[in-house]
């Protein structure tokens, strides 16, 4: 165990401005235009529990208007958008979001703003937006999986407690009006992963700063000398979710152990708890953002979970989530979204993008390699530069670390993604998906085409000859390795974790013999291996569409389907968290929200950009007679 800060000091807050910074122009004068990688930036971000805000000097409705427009306002917490000086303004949402200024990190396209950020800020991350492409990948903001955007929707109910504040002149006044409850959990065996987390990332309000790694706090909750307990909290706003653990050594009446999340600050839980277990020594570790004394605060009920006047969940049929880990191609979000409507708490490690080019970790290879190399391993394939279609989050997963049960595996990456082999060290990478082979010179031109159409120069010629060098081309995995990775991966699983694998739809024109030959593959693997099933989408017809690229998706009927086929194959409808029938209302909820995406994205690429152009070109006739024309028509397809 060591007692000291953590070395890197995560992000948990980012600020946007807008103007020039999160969308190209001005809001106020030539209108703007957006930029989708920001958006999808902050969409990310928040899947890394991450939270955003904005600090803009624009008309609130005007911009709050834009925003919704683009699908986004709900992303953003506390928004301070008037023409006040950006470094108050700044300074308040901190406070309001209850974090620290080295935790946070201000976006500004102005260095006078990014100066009186740092004066009223002090060792707050302030950058230009050519900091924007190397986010994702910089360890500050590496965040923690939180596809459930629960940390969003915790900061959500601290917005709208400030609100709710604002009628109050006294604020003891709103603490006893607040209704807060804590509940304190014992049972703490399954609770290992947040005990573990509460006392690595927190600082505000940990007490002692002792850290502890799994196996400790495993040893920890098995002491007979300590009695330990989680702290979960709610109260009319909504419910914080376990937010506090404390470890306190009978023996010696003294506090080991005494962390509360930042987002209970100034509610008066840590002396509430204090002061419940008879004030015992506590030897604090600065800096604290609240002090202890010999009170007791009053506005604060504990819930009991024996009184039957107040049920606890493990008395009443309230519904529990069942944890679940998908690994996969991201087209199947809207299968999950069935998924997650039907009383899974889903973790998704599927493709995503880093600095404008998509990454496919979904490889049985890669999973493989995820689990079993060593960090200097690792570190070393980490080593080479510009590797196409691969940043420094290739290797995360969760498979192991993660309490879901259920660990489903849709397994098509392996039939059509070409592996690469590191001369140096002969580990294997599978790479890309469709684009072309990586190292046949023939390659390049259409290879480094894409990638500056992506707005990724950095991966030009040079980069792919580089490549050349460091790797060797293998082509796609056998089937015997695909099976053999397979019988690997279900080794390296728990064997009480149900491990339920889809296989590939219907190939691409001229594939069939491939595809044919993996999926019996997969066939032969689930009659050798226990608790294994299978989610067969042979039994799907006529569902796949293919793109020029030989790219798939599925029709919206088709993601219902697969949703009904994985429940088949899910807990029985025993458990009351999970409905096994997807309701039409649910299909109707997604049909509509699946129209109003598409829809969304039509206006955006086809009517939004070219109303854009079309009042470019009007503003041009105007300057035809001052000889400017030129000038401008010149550079419009760099602007546009």
Request: charged share 25%; net charge negative.
């Amino acid at each position: 165990m060591e007692t000291l800060l953590p070395r890197v000091e995560s992000i948990k807050l980012v600020i946007w401005d807008l103007d020039e910074t999160f969308w190209h122009g001005t809001l106020s004068e030539e209108g703007v235009i957006p930029i989708p990688e920001n958006i999808e930036l902050v969409k990310q971000l928040s899947e890394r529990g991450i939270i955003n805000s904005i600090v803009s000097k624009n008309n609130f409705e005007t911009a709050k208007e834009k925003l919704q427009e683009l699908g986004i306002w709900d992303y953003f917490v506390f928004p301070a958008i008037d023409w006040s000086p950006k470094g108050i303004l700044i300074r308040n949402i901190i406070e309001n979001c209850q974090l620290r200024s080295p935790n946070v990190l201000f976006l500004d396209d102005n260095h006078s703003n990014l100066e009186e950020a740092r004066f009223y800020n002090p060792k707050i991350k302030a950058h230009f937006p050519d900091f924007i492409p190397q986010m994702l990948a910089n360890e500050a903001l590496a965040g923690k999986v939180d596809s459930n955007l629960s940390r969003l929707k915790q900061y959500k109910i601290l917005e709208k407690k400030h609100d709710a504040k604002k009628s109050f002149n006294d604020n003891l006044d709103f603490l006893k009006s607040s209704g807060i409850e804590i509940e304190l959990i014992h049972k703490l065996e399954s609770h290992k992963d947040r005990i573990h987390e509460l006392l690595q990332r927190t600082n505000q309000l940990n007490f002692t700063k002792i850290r502890l790694d799994l196996d400790e706090v495993q040893a920890l909750i098995n002491s007979p000398m300590h009695k330990s307990a989680l702290v979960k909290v709610k109260d009319n706003f909504g419910d914080y979710g376990i937010i506090g653990f404390y470890s306190l050594d009978s023996i010696k009446n003294s506090l080991d152990h005494f962390v509360f999340s930042c987002r209970i600050l100034n509610l008066g839980i840590p002396q509430f708890i204090y002061a419940k277990l008879g004030f015992p020594d506590l030897k604090v570790v600065p800096d604290v953002a609240e002090e202890l004394d010999r009170s007791t605060p009053d506005w604060i009920d504990e819930r009991n979970v024996s009184d039957p006047s107040m049920p606890s969940a493990a008395q009443t049929p309230a519904k529990k989530e069942l944890p679940l880990l998908f690994r996969g191609p991201c087209d199947y979000k809207q299968t999950l979204f069935y998924l997650q409507n039907s009383g899974f708490d889903i973790m998704q490690e599927t493709n995503y993008v880093t600095e404008n080019i998509p990454s496919y970790p979904t490889h049985t290879n890669t999973l493989i390699d995820a689990i079993r190399l060593t960090t200097a391993q690792k570190k070393r394939i980490l080593a080479v530069k510009d590797i196409p279609f691969f940043d420094k989050h290739y290797y995360d997963t969760s498979a192991l670390e993660t309490n879901a049960e259920y660990i489903v595996m849709a397994l098509e990456t392996d039939y059509h993604q070409h592996l690469y082999r590191h001369k140096d060290s002969d580990i294997k990478l599978a790479l890309g998906k469709r684009e072309g082979v990586l190292t046949e010179a023939a390659n390049h031109p259409s290879l480094v085409h894409y990638f500056k159409e992506r707005g990724a120069a950095h991966l030009g010629t040079k980069a792919l000859v580089n490549f050349s060098i460091n790797f060797t081309h293998i082509g796609l995995i056998s089937p015997e390795e695909f099976y053999q990775n397979l019988c690997t991966i279900r080794t390296l699983i728990p064997a009480y974790k149900k491990l339920i694998l889809i296989n590939a739809p219907t190939p691409p024109p001229g594939h069939e013999q491939r595809y044919e030959i993996m999926n019996q593959m997969v066939d032969d693997f689930i009659e050798n291996n226990e608790n294994t099933q299978l989610v067969d989408l042979r039994k799907l017809t006529n569902t796949t569409i293919f793109s020029d690229n030989g790219s798939k998706n599925f029709n919206r009927k088709t993601y219902l389907e697969i949703a009904s086929l994985l429940l088949e194959q899910l807990p029985d409808a025993s458990n009351e968290s999970v409905s096994k029938n997807i309701s039409p209302f649910l299909v109707f909820k997604n049909e509509i929200r699946m129209r109003y995406l598409v829809t969304k994205s039509f206006l955006r690429k086809n009517v939004w950009m070219k109303i854009k152009r079309f009042n470019l070109l009007l503003a041009l006739e105007l300057y035809l007679e001052d000889g400017l024309a030129e000038i401008i028509l010149s550079c419009k397809f760099i602007i546009f």
